[in-house]
Protein backbone atom coordinates (compact mmCIF):
# COMPACT_ATOMS: atom_id res chain seq x y z
CA UNK A 1 0.00 0.00 0.00
CA UNK A 2 1.60 3.43 -0.87
CA UNK A 3 1.84 5.62 2.08
CA UNK A 4 -0.85 7.86 3.26
CA UNK A 5 -0.99 11.73 1.11
CA UNK A 6 -0.24 14.38 3.02
CA UNK A 7 -3.40 16.61 4.10
CA UNK A 8 -1.52 19.15 6.18
CA UNK A 9 -0.30 22.52 5.10
CA UNK A 10 2.77 22.92 3.09
CA UNK A 11 5.48 25.93 2.77
CA UNK A 12 6.24 26.86 -1.04
CA UNK A 13 9.00 28.69 -1.86
CA UNK A 14 8.89 31.56 -4.73
CA UNK A 15 12.57 33.13 -5.95
CA UNK A 16 14.30 31.55 -3.20
CA UNK A 17 11.81 33.23 -0.74
CA UNK A 18 9.27 31.35 1.56
CA UNK A 19 6.11 31.94 0.71
CA UNK A 20 2.95 32.01 3.08
CA UNK A 21 2.36 28.73 4.33
CA UNK A 22 -1.06 27.53 1.75
CA UNK A 23 -3.45 24.88 2.41
CA UNK A 24 -3.40 21.63 0.32
CA UNK A 25 -6.64 21.41 -1.54
CA UNK A 26 -8.58 19.09 0.51
CA UNK A 27 -8.98 15.60 -0.62
CA UNK A 28 -13.03 15.05 -1.29
CA UNK A 29 -15.41 13.88 0.69
CA UNK A 30 -17.24 10.72 -0.40
CA UNK A 31 -20.72 9.97 1.10
CA UNK A 32 -21.59 6.27 0.11
CA UNK A 33 -24.91 4.97 0.27
CA UNK A 34 -26.82 1.83 -0.37
CA UNK A 35 -29.89 1.07 -0.98
CA UNK A 36 -31.68 -2.55 -0.16
CA UNK A 37 -33.25 -4.39 -3.26
CA UNK A 38 -34.03 -0.88 -4.84
CA UNK A 39 -35.20 -1.31 -8.57
CA UNK A 40 -34.17 1.74 -11.22
CA UNK A 41 -37.95 2.56 -11.63
CA UNK A 42 -38.50 6.34 -10.47
CA UNK A 43 -38.12 9.71 -12.02
CA UNK A 44 -34.24 9.82 -12.88
CA UNK A 45 -34.62 6.46 -14.82
CA UNK A 46 -37.35 8.35 -16.64
CA UNK A 47 -40.09 6.65 -14.81
CA UNK A 48 -43.07 7.90 -12.87
CA UNK A 49 -44.52 5.06 -10.57
CA UNK A 50 -42.15 5.75 -7.74
CA UNK A 51 -41.61 8.72 -6.15
CA UNK A 52 -38.42 9.58 -5.44
CA UNK A 53 -37.68 13.40 -5.51
CA UNK A 54 -34.66 13.12 -3.78
CA UNK A 55 -32.71 10.91 -5.03
CA UNK A 56 -33.34 12.77 -7.99
CA UNK A 57 -31.40 15.63 -6.31
CA UNK A 58 -27.97 13.49 -6.99
CA UNK A 59 -28.85 12.70 -10.66
CA UNK A 60 -29.31 16.98 -11.31
CA UNK A 61 -25.85 16.55 -9.70
CA UNK A 62 -24.26 14.24 -11.04
CA UNK A 63 -24.85 11.59 -13.94
CA UNK A 64 -27.41 8.21 -14.24
CA UNK A 65 -26.19 4.82 -15.28
CA UNK A 66 -28.91 3.40 -17.06
CA UNK A 67 -27.42 0.27 -17.46
CA UNK A 68 -25.49 -0.70 -14.29
CA UNK A 69 -24.63 -4.49 -13.38
CA UNK A 70 -24.59 -6.08 -9.72
CA UNK A 71 -22.45 -9.47 -9.85
CA UNK A 72 -24.89 -11.51 -8.60
CA UNK A 73 -28.36 -10.14 -7.84
CA UNK A 74 -29.11 -11.11 -4.16
CA UNK A 75 -27.69 -8.97 -1.09
CA UNK A 76 -24.13 -10.68 0.47
CA UNK A 77 -22.71 -11.44 -3.02
CA UNK A 78 -23.41 -8.43 -4.50
CA UNK A 79 -22.19 -6.08 -1.63
CA UNK A 80 -19.02 -8.50 -0.98
CA UNK A 81 -18.49 -7.33 -4.50
CA UNK A 82 -18.92 -4.14 -4.91
CA UNK A 83 -16.99 -3.40 -1.67
CA UNK A 84 -14.04 -6.10 -2.05
CA UNK A 85 -13.97 -4.68 -5.81
CA UNK A 86 -14.07 -8.43 -7.14
CA UNK A 87 -16.35 -11.06 -8.61
CA UNK A 88 -17.93 -13.82 -6.92
CA UNK A 89 -16.32 -15.86 -8.00
CA UNK A 90 -13.04 -14.53 -6.59
CA UNK A 91 -14.80 -13.51 -3.45
CA UNK A 92 -16.34 -17.18 -2.66
CA UNK A 93 -19.65 -15.76 -1.67
CA UNK A 94 -22.46 -16.87 -3.58
CA UNK A 95 -24.82 -17.35 -0.64
CA UNK A 96 -25.55 -15.19 2.67
CA UNK A 97 -23.06 -17.43 5.34
CA UNK A 98 -19.95 -16.56 3.64
CA UNK A 99 -17.74 -13.78 5.00
CA UNK A 100 -15.47 -12.63 1.85
CA UNK A 101 -12.39 -12.78 4.47
CA UNK A 102 -12.87 -16.25 4.10
CA UNK A 103 -11.63 -16.88 0.84
CA UNK A 104 -9.78 -13.28 0.76
CA UNK A 105 -8.36 -12.70 3.89
CA UNK A 106 -6.10 -9.89 3.27
CA UNK A 107 -8.30 -8.28 0.64
CA UNK A 108 -8.36 -4.50 0.91
CA UNK A 109 -11.78 -3.19 0.80
CA UNK A 110 -13.50 0.14 -0.68
CA UNK A 111 -13.61 1.97 3.07
CA UNK A 112 -10.17 0.37 3.93
CA UNK A 113 -8.50 1.74 1.19
CA UNK A 114 -10.09 5.03 2.11
CA UNK A 115 -9.14 4.36 5.24
CA UNK A 116 -5.54 3.80 5.17
CA UNK A 117 -5.21 6.74 2.55
CA UNK A 118 -5.89 9.48 5.67
CA UNK A 119 -9.33 9.48 5.21
CA UNK A 120 -12.12 8.82 8.52
CA UNK A 121 -13.96 6.32 7.74
CA UNK A 122 -17.22 5.55 9.31
CA UNK A 123 -20.47 3.01 8.13
CA UNK A 124 -23.96 3.01 9.79
CA UNK A 125 -27.21 0.74 8.65
CA UNK A 126 -26.53 -2.03 5.77
CA UNK A 127 -23.28 -1.51 3.94
CA UNK A 128 -22.36 -5.10 4.17
CA UNK A 129 -24.91 -7.87 4.63
CA UNK A 130 -26.87 -7.93 7.45
CA UNK A 131 -25.26 -9.79 10.70
CA UNK A 132 -21.71 -9.54 8.93
CA UNK A 133 -19.18 -6.53 9.94
CA UNK A 134 -15.52 -6.16 8.55
CA UNK A 135 -13.77 -3.88 11.73
CA UNK A 136 -10.82 -3.35 9.50
CA UNK A 137 -12.83 -1.34 6.93
CA UNK A 138 -13.72 1.40 9.91
CA UNK A 139 -11.97 4.18 11.69
CA UNK A 140 -14.34 3.16 14.52
CA UNK A 141 -17.22 0.44 14.90
CA UNK A 142 -19.74 0.20 12.42
CA UNK A 143 -23.22 0.67 13.93
CA UNK A 144 -26.51 0.52 12.93
CA UNK A 145 -29.69 1.74 15.09
CA UNK A 146 -31.85 -0.69 16.86
CA UNK A 147 -36.05 -0.43 15.79
CA UNK A 148 -39.16 -2.30 15.97
CA UNK A 149 -39.86 -3.61 12.68
CA UNK A 150 -43.61 -3.21 12.74
CA UNK A 151 -45.36 -0.75 14.50
CA UNK A 152 -48.56 -2.85 14.95
CA UNK A 153 -48.13 -5.94 16.82
CA UNK A 154 -48.20 -9.26 14.28
CA UNK A 155 -50.02 -11.75 14.68
CA UNK A 156 -48.09 -14.14 13.12
CA UNK A 157 -49.55 -17.46 12.19
CA UNK A 158 -48.07 -20.79 13.02
CA UNK A 159 -47.40 -22.55 9.85
CA UNK A 160 -46.81 -23.82 6.89
CA UNK A 161 -44.71 -26.73 7.09
CA UNK A 162 -41.36 -25.99 6.52
CA UNK A 163 -41.25 -22.29 6.15
CA UNK A 164 -40.14 -19.95 8.33
CA UNK A 165 -42.80 -17.18 9.49
CA UNK A 166 -42.46 -14.06 9.68
CA UNK A 167 -44.83 -11.07 10.19
CA UNK A 168 -46.77 -9.42 7.45
CA UNK A 169 -45.43 -8.56 4.02
CA UNK A 170 -46.25 -4.80 4.19
CA UNK A 171 -47.12 -2.42 7.16
CA UNK A 172 -48.94 1.25 6.95
CA UNK A 173 -47.84 2.82 10.21
CA UNK A 174 -49.47 5.18 11.74
CA UNK A 175 -45.73 6.69 13.31
CA UNK A 176 -43.13 9.64 12.59
CA UNK A 177 -40.20 8.79 10.21
CA UNK A 178 -37.69 8.09 12.85
CA UNK A 179 -39.72 4.92 14.31
CA UNK A 180 -38.70 2.79 11.81
CA UNK A 181 -34.96 1.87 11.29
CA UNK A 182 -34.04 3.98 8.29
CA UNK A 183 -35.26 6.99 9.88
CA UNK A 184 -33.15 6.23 13.25
CA UNK A 185 -30.18 5.66 10.30
CA UNK A 186 -30.95 9.45 9.18
CA UNK A 187 -30.75 10.58 12.61
CA UNK A 188 -27.50 8.97 12.98
CA UNK A 189 -26.11 10.28 9.69
CA UNK A 190 -27.09 13.97 10.33
CA UNK A 191 -25.31 14.08 13.72
CA UNK A 192 -22.32 12.05 12.40
CA UNK A 193 -21.71 14.60 9.65
CA UNK A 194 -21.53 17.27 11.98
CA UNK A 195 -19.05 15.44 14.37
CA UNK A 196 -16.92 14.45 11.04
CA UNK A 197 -17.27 17.72 9.06
CA UNK A 198 -15.21 19.58 11.90
CA UNK A 199 -12.26 16.69 11.80
CA UNK A 200 -9.11 17.70 9.81
CA UNK A 201 -9.15 15.14 7.28
CA UNK A 202 -11.68 14.29 4.93
CA UNK A 203 -14.28 11.49 5.58
CA UNK A 204 -15.91 8.70 3.59
CA UNK A 205 -19.05 8.19 5.32
CA UNK A 206 -21.20 5.09 4.26
CA UNK A 207 -24.90 5.07 5.23
CA UNK A 208 -27.01 1.88 4.08
CA UNK A 209 -30.81 1.67 4.19
CA UNK A 210 -33.07 -1.15 4.34
CA UNK A 211 -36.31 -0.29 2.52
CA UNK A 212 -37.82 -1.33 0.28
CA UNK A 213 -36.41 -4.81 0.87
CA UNK A 214 -39.08 -6.89 2.73
CA UNK A 215 -41.47 -6.40 4.75
CA UNK A 216 -42.19 -3.09 2.70
CA UNK A 217 -43.06 -0.91 6.15
CA UNK A 218 -43.57 2.85 6.46
CA UNK A 219 -45.17 5.86 7.64
CA UNK A 220 -48.38 5.91 6.19
CA UNK A 221 -47.84 9.59 4.81
CA UNK A 222 -45.53 7.35 2.15
CA UNK A 223 -48.66 5.10 0.98
CA UNK A 224 -50.50 8.56 1.05
CA UNK A 225 -48.52 9.51 -1.94
CA UNK A 226 -49.80 6.49 -4.28
CA UNK A 227 -53.76 5.72 -5.37
CA UNK A 228 -53.97 2.07 -5.20
CA UNK A 229 -56.15 2.09 -8.29
CA UNK A 230 -53.91 3.49 -10.38
CA UNK A 231 -50.78 0.93 -9.77
CA UNK A 232 -50.63 -1.15 -12.53
CA UNK A 233 -49.74 -4.92 -12.28
CA UNK A 234 -46.38 -6.62 -14.20
CA UNK A 235 -47.29 -6.82 -18.02
CA UNK A 236 -45.82 -10.15 -18.38
CA UNK A 237 -46.46 -12.63 -15.28
CA UNK A 238 -45.36 -15.77 -16.59
CA UNK A 239 -42.00 -17.30 -17.06
CA UNK A 240 -39.74 -16.76 -20.24
CA UNK A 241 -40.89 -19.52 -22.89
CA UNK A 242 -38.26 -21.71 -23.39
CA UNK A 243 -35.76 -21.24 -20.40
CA UNK A 244 -34.77 -23.74 -18.31
CA UNK A 245 -37.26 -24.16 -15.32
CA UNK A 246 -34.65 -23.36 -12.80
CA UNK A 247 -33.65 -20.16 -14.27
CA UNK A 248 -36.16 -18.24 -11.52
CA UNK A 249 -37.12 -18.80 -8.34
CA UNK A 250 -40.59 -19.42 -6.90
CA UNK A 251 -40.28 -16.53 -4.49
CA UNK A 252 -39.41 -18.47 -1.56
CA UNK A 253 -38.24 -14.80 -0.13
CA UNK A 254 -41.43 -13.12 0.10
CA UNK A 255 -43.44 -16.36 0.68
CA UNK A 256 -41.71 -16.99 4.35
CA UNK A 257 -44.20 -13.42 5.12
CA UNK A 258 -47.70 -13.96 6.66
CA UNK A 259 -50.67 -13.78 4.44
CA UNK A 260 -48.50 -14.56 1.12
CA UNK A 261 -49.62 -18.34 -0.64
CA UNK A 262 -47.31 -20.88 0.01
CA UNK A 263 -47.09 -21.87 -3.40
CA UNK A 264 -48.65 -20.74 -6.58
CA UNK A 265 -49.11 -16.93 -7.76
CA UNK A 266 -50.45 -14.04 -5.63
CA UNK A 267 -53.67 -12.66 -6.69
CA UNK A 268 -53.93 -9.40 -7.80
CA UNK A 269 -55.08 -7.74 -5.41
CA UNK A 270 -52.18 -9.38 -3.42
CA UNK A 271 -50.12 -8.15 -5.92
CA UNK A 272 -51.40 -4.36 -5.84
CA UNK A 273 -50.92 -4.29 -2.21
CA UNK A 274 -47.50 -5.53 -2.37
CA UNK A 275 -46.71 -3.12 -5.39
CA UNK A 276 -48.47 0.01 -3.28
CA UNK A 277 -46.49 -1.42 -0.08
CA UNK A 278 -42.76 -1.33 -2.13
CA UNK A 279 -43.38 1.82 -3.70
CA UNK A 280 -44.25 3.37 -0.37
CA UNK A 281 -40.91 1.82 1.18
CA UNK A 282 -38.87 2.99 -1.43
CA UNK A 283 -40.77 7.15 -1.16
CA UNK A 284 -40.09 6.54 2.82
CA UNK A 285 -36.15 5.84 2.06
CA UNK A 286 -35.85 8.76 -0.71
CA UNK A 287 -37.27 11.19 2.12
CA UNK A 288 -34.58 9.75 4.77
CA UNK A 289 -32.24 10.09 2.12
CA UNK A 290 -33.02 13.83 1.52
CA UNK A 291 -32.44 15.01 5.02
CA UNK A 292 -28.94 13.71 4.76
CA UNK A 293 -28.55 15.48 1.69
CA UNK A 294 -30.25 18.94 3.48
CA UNK A 295 -27.20 18.36 6.27
CA UNK A 296 -24.61 17.74 3.86
CA UNK A 297 -25.99 21.33 1.95
CA UNK A 298 -26.48 23.18 5.60
CA UNK A 299 -23.09 22.20 6.50
CA UNK A 300 -21.74 23.33 3.01
CA UNK A 301 -19.91 20.00 2.24
CA UNK A 302 -21.74 19.43 -0.90
CA UNK A 303 -19.25 21.20 -3.35
CA UNK A 304 -16.37 19.31 -2.12
CA UNK A 305 -18.25 15.47 -1.51
CA UNK A 306 -18.46 12.66 -3.79
CA UNK A 307 -21.70 11.18 -3.56
CA UNK A 308 -22.56 7.94 -4.69
CA UNK A 309 -25.85 5.89 -4.73
CA UNK A 310 -26.34 2.40 -5.43
CA UNK A 311 -29.17 -0.20 -4.93
CA UNK A 312 -27.34 -3.61 -4.52
CA UNK A 313 -29.54 -5.28 -7.04
CA UNK A 314 -32.64 -5.45 -9.08
CA UNK A 315 -36.16 -6.80 -7.84
CA UNK A 316 -38.98 -8.36 -9.43
CA UNK A 317 -42.81 -6.99 -8.83
CA UNK A 318 -44.44 -9.73 -10.52
CA UNK A 319 -42.86 -9.83 -13.53
CA UNK A 320 -42.19 -13.41 -14.73
CA UNK A 321 -44.46 -14.48 -11.99
CA UNK A 322 -42.16 -14.16 -10.16
CA UNK A 323 -41.27 -11.46 -6.88
CA UNK A 324 -38.07 -10.61 -4.96
CA UNK A 325 -34.50 -11.40 -6.80
CA UNK A 326 -31.89 -14.62 -7.15
CA UNK A 327 -32.12 -14.81 -10.78
CA UNK A 328 -30.32 -13.45 -13.87
CA UNK A 329 -32.84 -11.62 -15.48
CA UNK A 330 -32.66 -7.96 -16.53
CA UNK A 331 -34.90 -7.05 -13.86
CA UNK A 332 -33.20 -8.46 -11.02
CA UNK A 333 -29.65 -7.70 -12.34
CA UNK A 334 -30.15 -3.86 -13.60
CA UNK A 335 -29.32 -2.05 -10.32
CA UNK A 336 -29.78 2.03 -9.74
CA UNK A 337 -26.20 3.99 -9.71
CA UNK A 338 -26.13 7.30 -9.42
CA UNK A 339 -22.98 9.41 -8.57
CA UNK A 340 -21.82 12.77 -8.54
CA UNK A 341 -18.30 14.46 -8.11
CA UNK A 342 -17.34 18.14 -7.40
CA UNK A 343 -16.58 20.15 -10.66
CA UNK A 344 -18.81 17.97 -13.42
CA UNK A 345 -18.49 18.95 -16.72
CA UNK A 346 -21.78 17.80 -17.43
CA UNK A 347 -24.19 17.31 -14.81
CA UNK A 348 -27.91 15.65 -14.88
CA UNK A 349 -26.50 13.50 -17.79
CA UNK A 350 -27.53 9.98 -18.52
CA UNK A 351 -25.37 7.58 -19.93
CA UNK A 352 -26.39 4.01 -21.26
CA UNK A 353 -22.75 2.51 -21.67
CA UNK A 354 -22.77 -0.90 -19.95
CA UNK A 355 -20.85 -0.56 -16.05
CA UNK A 356 -20.54 -3.15 -13.70
CA UNK A 357 -20.73 -3.03 -9.53
CA UNK A 358 -17.17 -3.82 -9.39
CA UNK A 359 -16.40 -0.43 -11.47
CA UNK A 360 -17.30 1.53 -8.34
CA UNK A 361 -14.30 0.58 -6.06
CA UNK A 362 -11.45 1.58 -8.63
CA UNK A 363 -14.01 4.52 -9.95
CA UNK A 364 -14.07 5.98 -6.37
CA UNK A 365 -10.69 5.18 -5.84
CA UNK A 366 -9.56 7.14 -8.63
CA UNK A 367 -11.28 10.05 -8.12
CA UNK A 368 -10.34 10.51 -4.95
CA UNK A 369 -6.49 9.92 -6.13
CA UNK A 370 -5.74 6.94 -4.12
CA UNK A 371 -4.25 4.08 -5.11
CA UNK A 372 -5.46 0.82 -6.63
CA UNK A 373 -4.85 -2.31 -5.07
CA UNK A 374 -4.18 -4.57 -7.56
CA UNK A 375 -6.69 -7.00 -6.75
CA UNK A 376 -9.39 -4.91 -8.63
CA UNK A 377 -11.60 -6.81 -11.32
CA UNK A 378 -13.40 -3.66 -12.69
CA UNK A 379 -12.34 -1.18 -14.74
CA UNK A 380 -12.99 3.06 -13.40
CA UNK A 381 -15.44 4.52 -15.58
CA UNK A 382 -14.09 8.69 -14.51
CA UNK A 383 -13.82 8.60 -18.26
CA UNK A 384 -17.86 8.56 -18.39
CA UNK A 385 -18.31 11.06 -16.27
CA UNK A 386 -16.57 13.75 -19.06
CA UNK A 387 -18.44 12.13 -21.96
CA UNK A 388 -21.61 9.67 -21.32
CA UNK A 389 -21.71 8.74 -24.81
CA UNK A 390 -17.97 7.45 -25.28
CA UNK A 391 -17.11 3.93 -26.15
CA UNK A 392 -17.18 1.26 -23.58
CA UNK A 393 -17.49 -1.61 -21.99
CA UNK A 394 -18.93 -4.35 -24.39
CA UNK A 395 -20.37 -6.03 -22.25
CA UNK A 396 -21.08 -6.30 -17.99
CA UNK A 397 -21.27 -9.82 -16.17
CA UNK A 398 -23.32 -11.24 -13.54
CA UNK A 399 -23.90 -14.60 -12.19
CA UNK A 400 -26.30 -17.48 -10.01
CA UNK A 401 -26.09 -20.25 -8.66
CA UNK A 402 -28.89 -22.98 -8.87
CA UNK A 403 -29.34 -26.11 -6.55
CA UNK A 404 -26.15 -26.46 -5.92
CA UNK A 405 -26.28 -28.04 -9.00
CA UNK A 406 -25.25 -25.08 -11.72
CA UNK A 407 -23.83 -21.97 -12.07
CA UNK A 408 -25.76 -19.96 -14.38
CA UNK A 409 -22.97 -16.89 -15.96
CA UNK A 410 -24.64 -14.39 -17.76
CA UNK A 411 -23.54 -11.69 -20.19
CA UNK A 412 -25.38 -8.66 -20.83
CA UNK A 413 -24.43 -6.91 -24.04
CA UNK A 414 -25.49 -3.57 -25.87
CA UNK A 415 -28.53 -5.68 -27.60
CA UNK A 416 -28.32 -9.48 -26.36
CA UNK A 417 -28.34 -11.22 -22.94
CA UNK A 418 -26.42 -14.88 -22.80
CA UNK A 419 -26.52 -16.75 -20.01
CA UNK A 420 -24.55 -20.40 -19.67
CA UNK A 421 -25.53 -22.43 -16.88
CA UNK A 422 -22.74 -25.20 -16.01
CA UNK A 423 -22.40 -27.86 -13.70
CA UNK A 424 -20.77 -26.62 -10.65
CA UNK A 425 -18.82 -29.05 -10.02
CA UNK A 426 -17.34 -29.95 -14.05
CA UNK A 427 -17.56 -26.37 -16.25
CA UNK A 428 -16.77 -28.20 -19.10
CA UNK A 429 -20.56 -29.39 -18.92
CA UNK A 430 -22.79 -27.31 -20.41
CA UNK A 431 -26.66 -28.08 -18.95
CA UNK A 432 -28.46 -25.29 -20.72
CA UNK A 433 -27.98 -21.67 -22.64
CA UNK A 434 -30.28 -18.84 -22.22
CA UNK A 435 -30.39 -15.96 -25.42
CA UNK A 436 -32.66 -13.32 -25.20
CA UNK A 437 -32.50 -10.57 -27.70
CA UNK A 438 -33.45 -6.96 -26.13
CA UNK A 439 -33.61 -5.27 -29.81
CA UNK A 440 -37.25 -7.54 -30.49
CA UNK A 441 -37.81 -8.77 -26.73
CA UNK A 442 -36.56 -5.97 -24.02
CA UNK A 443 -38.95 -7.97 -21.22
CA UNK A 444 -36.94 -11.11 -21.40
CA UNK A 445 -39.58 -12.89 -22.32
CA UNK A 446 -38.36 -15.19 -25.00
CA UNK A 447 -35.35 -17.35 -24.76
CA UNK A 448 -34.49 -17.94 -28.34
CA UNK A 449 -31.14 -19.90 -27.63
CA UNK A 450 -32.85 -23.23 -28.90
CA UNK A 451 -33.28 -21.32 -32.45
CA UNK A 452 -31.09 -22.92 -35.29
CA UNK A 453 -30.41 -19.55 -36.86
CA UNK A 454 -29.21 -18.27 -34.07
CA UNK A 455 -26.39 -21.24 -33.02
CA UNK A 456 -23.47 -19.19 -35.40
CA UNK A 457 -24.88 -15.93 -32.81
CA UNK A 458 -24.50 -18.23 -29.43
CA UNK A 459 -20.90 -19.52 -30.69
CA UNK A 460 -19.81 -15.47 -30.79
CA UNK A 461 -20.94 -14.81 -27.23
CA UNK A 462 -20.21 -17.67 -25.65
CA UNK A 463 -16.59 -16.98 -27.62
CA UNK A 464 -16.99 -13.26 -26.47
CA UNK A 465 -17.90 -14.26 -22.53
CA UNK A 466 -14.53 -16.00 -22.08
CA UNK A 467 -12.92 -13.44 -23.30
CA UNK A 468 -14.64 -11.06 -21.05
CA UNK A 469 -15.04 -12.87 -17.91
CA UNK A 470 -12.45 -10.78 -15.94
CA UNK A 471 -11.13 -11.86 -12.29
CA UNK A 472 -13.14 -15.62 -12.36
CA UNK A 473 -11.73 -18.31 -13.93
CA UNK A 474 -13.45 -18.90 -17.60
CA UNK A 475 -15.40 -22.03 -18.20
CA UNK A 476 -12.86 -24.82 -19.91
Same mark, same amino acid.
Given at each position: ?????????????????????????????????????????????????????????????????????????????????????????????????????????????????????????????????? !???????????????????????????????????????????????????????????????? $????????????? !????????????????????????????????????????????? $???????????????????????????????????????????????????????????????????????????????????????????????????????????????????? !????????? !?????????????????????????????????????????????????????????????????? $?????????????????????????????????
Amino acid at each position: MASAPSFTRRSLLLGGLAATALPQPRHPNVLFIAVDDLRPEFGCYGATTIRTPNIDRIARRGMVFLRAYCQQAVCSPSRSSLLTGARPDTTKVWDLVTHFRTAMPDVVTLPQLFKSNGYFVQGMGKIFHG !GYDDPPSWSVPWQTPDAPVYAKAAQVPSGRKGKQQRGPAFESGDVADDFYKDGKTATLAISTLR $EIARKPQPFFLAV !GFSKPHLPFISPKKYWDLYDPAKIQLAPNPYRPKDAPEYALTTSG $ELRNYAGIPAEGPVSDALARQLKHGYYAAASYTDAQIGKVLDELDRLNLTGNTIIVLWGDHGWKLGEHGEWCKHSNVENDTNAPLLLSTPGMKQPGKRTNRLVEFVDIFPTLADLA !GLPLPAHLE !GTSFKPLLDDPNRSWKSAAFSQYPRQQRYMGYSMRTDRYRLTVWLDRNDHSRTEAVELYDHQTDPQ $ENRNIAKDPANASLIGDLIKQWKRGWRGATPPA
